[in-house]
Protein backbone atom coordinates (compact mmCIF):
# COMPACT_ATOMS: atom_id res chain seq x y z
CA UNK A 1 0.00 0.00 0.00
CA UNK A 2 1.72 3.66 -1.27
CA UNK A 3 0.86 6.66 0.64
CA UNK A 4 -0.13 9.80 -1.00
CA UNK A 5 -0.08 13.43 0.55
CA UNK A 6 -3.14 15.65 -1.12
CA UNK A 7 -2.26 19.33 -1.85
CA UNK A 8 -5.10 20.35 0.85
CA UNK A 9 -2.84 17.98 3.43
CA UNK A 10 0.73 19.69 2.77
CA UNK A 11 0.15 22.51 5.20
CA UNK A 12 0.54 20.32 7.51
CA UNK A 13 3.54 19.18 7.05
CA UNK A 14 5.62 22.44 7.12
CA UNK A 15 6.31 22.28 10.48
CA UNK A 16 9.57 21.06 11.68
CA UNK A 17 8.91 17.14 13.04
CA UNK A 18 12.03 18.25 15.41
CA UNK A 19 14.04 21.29 15.83
CA UNK A 20 15.26 23.61 13.55
CA UNK A 21 18.24 24.73 13.49
CA UNK A 22 18.52 28.33 11.89
CA UNK A 23 21.68 30.34 12.76
CA UNK A 24 25.09 28.66 11.17
CA UNK A 25 26.49 28.85 14.54
CA UNK A 26 24.02 26.68 16.25
CA UNK A 27 24.49 23.92 13.18
CA UNK A 28 27.90 24.34 13.70
CA UNK A 29 27.66 23.04 17.37
CA UNK A 30 25.33 20.42 16.80
CA UNK A 31 28.44 18.61 14.22
CA UNK A 32 30.55 19.36 17.07
CA UNK A 33 28.80 17.45 19.54
CA UNK A 34 28.03 14.38 16.32
CA UNK A 35 31.65 14.20 16.11
CA UNK A 36 32.80 14.49 19.85
CA UNK A 37 30.22 11.98 20.84
CA UNK A 38 31.30 9.66 18.23
CA UNK A 39 27.55 9.46 16.66
CA UNK A 40 27.94 9.64 13.21
CA UNK A 41 26.45 5.40 13.40
CA UNK A 42 22.83 6.90 14.89
CA UNK A 43 22.63 10.13 12.20
CA UNK A 44 20.08 9.58 9.21
CA UNK A 45 20.36 12.30 6.61
CA UNK A 46 17.21 13.62 4.22
CA UNK A 47 18.16 15.40 1.28
CA UNK A 48 20.80 16.69 -0.95
CA UNK A 49 21.88 19.83 0.41
CA UNK A 50 21.40 18.57 4.48
CA UNK A 51 23.76 15.42 3.25
CA UNK A 52 26.07 18.11 1.46
CA UNK A 53 26.35 20.11 4.64
CA UNK A 54 26.99 16.72 6.67
CA UNK A 55 29.84 15.52 4.30
CA UNK A 56 31.47 19.27 4.16
CA UNK A 57 31.43 18.79 7.71
CA UNK A 58 33.24 15.37 7.72
CA UNK A 59 30.29 13.82 9.00
CA UNK A 60 28.92 10.44 7.46
CA UNK A 61 25.70 9.30 8.11
CA UNK A 62 24.60 5.68 8.69
CA UNK A 63 21.87 6.23 5.79
CA UNK A 64 21.74 8.95 3.34
CA UNK A 65 18.45 9.75 1.33
CA UNK A 66 18.69 11.81 -1.64
CA UNK A 67 17.12 12.65 -5.12
CA UNK A 68 19.97 14.61 -7.08
CA UNK A 69 17.86 18.28 -6.21
CA UNK A 70 18.12 21.17 -3.89
CA UNK A 71 15.06 23.30 -3.90
CA UNK A 72 13.99 21.53 -7.26
CA UNK A 73 17.12 22.41 -9.17
CA UNK A 74 19.28 19.43 -10.40
CA UNK A 75 22.50 19.00 -7.85
CA UNK A 76 25.34 16.80 -8.45
CA UNK A 77 24.57 13.03 -7.04
CA UNK A 78 26.40 12.46 -4.15
CA UNK A 79 29.38 9.50 -4.60
CA UNK A 80 30.92 8.02 -1.56
CA UNK A 81 33.29 4.63 -1.87
CA UNK A 82 32.58 2.93 1.28
CA UNK A 83 28.93 2.92 1.12
CA UNK A 84 26.43 0.58 -0.81
CA UNK A 85 23.86 2.28 -3.57
CA UNK A 86 20.61 1.69 -3.70
CA UNK A 87 18.33 2.80 -5.92
CA UNK A 88 14.32 3.45 -5.21
CA UNK A 89 11.62 5.21 -6.96
CA UNK A 90 9.15 7.60 -5.03
CA UNK A 91 6.83 10.05 -6.96
CA UNK A 92 6.47 13.35 -5.33
CA UNK A 93 3.78 13.90 -3.04
CA UNK A 94 4.24 10.17 -2.36
CA UNK A 95 5.25 7.24 -0.17
CA UNK A 96 6.15 4.13 -1.86
CA UNK A 97 6.29 1.11 -0.24
CA UNK A 98 9.13 -0.29 -2.14
CA UNK A 99 11.33 2.98 -0.91
CA UNK A 100 10.19 2.32 2.29
CA UNK A 101 11.06 -1.39 1.92
CA UNK A 102 14.53 -0.21 0.91
CA UNK A 103 14.96 2.19 3.96
CA UNK A 104 13.65 -0.48 6.24
CA UNK A 105 16.43 -3.28 4.75
CA UNK A 106 19.01 0.06 4.78
CA UNK A 107 18.70 -0.03 8.31
CA UNK A 108 18.81 -3.71 9.47
CA UNK A 109 22.70 -3.86 9.30
CA UNK A 110 24.17 -1.81 10.89
CA UNK A 111 27.83 -2.25 9.56
CA UNK A 112 26.95 -1.16 6.06
CA UNK A 113 26.07 2.63 4.76
CA UNK A 114 23.63 3.28 2.47
CA UNK A 115 22.92 6.04 0.05
CA UNK A 116 18.77 5.50 -1.21
CA UNK A 117 19.32 7.32 -4.24
CA UNK A 118 15.79 8.50 -5.25
CA UNK A 119 14.18 8.60 -9.12
CA UNK A 120 11.58 11.08 -7.75
CA UNK A 121 11.46 13.04 -4.86
CA UNK A 122 12.57 12.19 -1.17
CA UNK A 123 10.78 14.67 0.74
CA UNK A 124 7.82 12.67 2.94
CA UNK A 125 10.71 10.08 3.28
CA UNK A 126 11.29 11.60 6.51
CA UNK A 127 7.99 10.06 7.89
CA UNK A 128 8.88 6.10 7.26
CA UNK A 129 12.66 7.00 8.58
CA UNK A 130 11.79 8.46 11.63
CA UNK A 131 9.09 5.72 12.02
CA UNK A 132 11.68 2.83 11.25
CA UNK A 133 14.90 3.89 12.62
CA UNK A 134 15.75 2.67 16.07
CA UNK A 135 14.96 5.39 18.61
CA UNK A 136 18.03 7.33 20.07
CA UNK A 137 18.83 8.01 16.56
CA UNK A 138 18.57 11.19 14.42
CA UNK A 139 17.19 12.07 11.34
CA UNK A 140 18.06 15.00 9.97
CA UNK A 141 16.41 17.13 6.94
CA UNK A 142 16.63 20.44 5.76
CA UNK A 143 13.61 23.44 6.03
CA UNK A 144 13.89 25.41 3.00
CA UNK A 145 14.94 29.00 3.56
CA UNK A 146 14.91 28.32 7.29
CA UNK A 147 17.36 25.95 8.24
CA UNK A 148 18.07 22.32 9.30
CA UNK A 149 15.81 19.72 11.47
CA UNK A 150 17.10 17.63 13.95
CA UNK A 151 14.67 14.51 14.64
CA UNK A 152 15.62 13.00 18.07
CA UNK A 153 13.82 9.86 17.58
CA UNK A 154 11.67 8.89 20.64
CA UNK A 155 8.71 6.38 20.66
CA UNK A 156 6.77 9.35 21.05
CA UNK A 157 8.20 10.69 18.04
CA UNK A 158 7.62 7.67 16.24
CA UNK A 159 3.42 7.60 17.56
CA UNK A 160 3.44 11.29 16.55
CA UNK A 161 4.54 10.45 12.67
CA UNK A 162 2.66 7.55 12.80
CA UNK A 163 -0.88 9.42 13.58
CA UNK A 164 0.28 12.23 10.91
CA UNK A 165 0.24 9.65 8.34
CA UNK A 166 -2.92 8.16 9.25
CA UNK A 167 -4.66 11.45 9.16
CA UNK A 168 -3.34 13.03 6.14
CA UNK A 169 -2.04 10.47 4.16
CA UNK A 170 -4.22 8.67 1.76
CA UNK A 171 -3.62 5.35 1.08
CA UNK A 172 -3.48 3.73 -2.78
CA UNK A 173 -3.14 0.54 -4.25
CA UNK A 174 -0.35 1.38 -7.27
CA UNK A 175 2.10 4.16 -7.54
Do not use: H, W
Request: glycine share 4%; with cysteine.
Amino acid sequence: MNYFLPTKNRSFFKKPLGKLLRKDSEIKSFFDFIKDNSLESKIISVGDATTKKLLENEIYPRLIIIDGQIERKETSIIELNNYQIVDAINPPGKITISACQKIREALKIDSIKTIIKINGEEDLLVLPVVFEVSTNSKVLYGQPKEGLVVVSVTEERKQFVKKLVEKYLVKKNGD
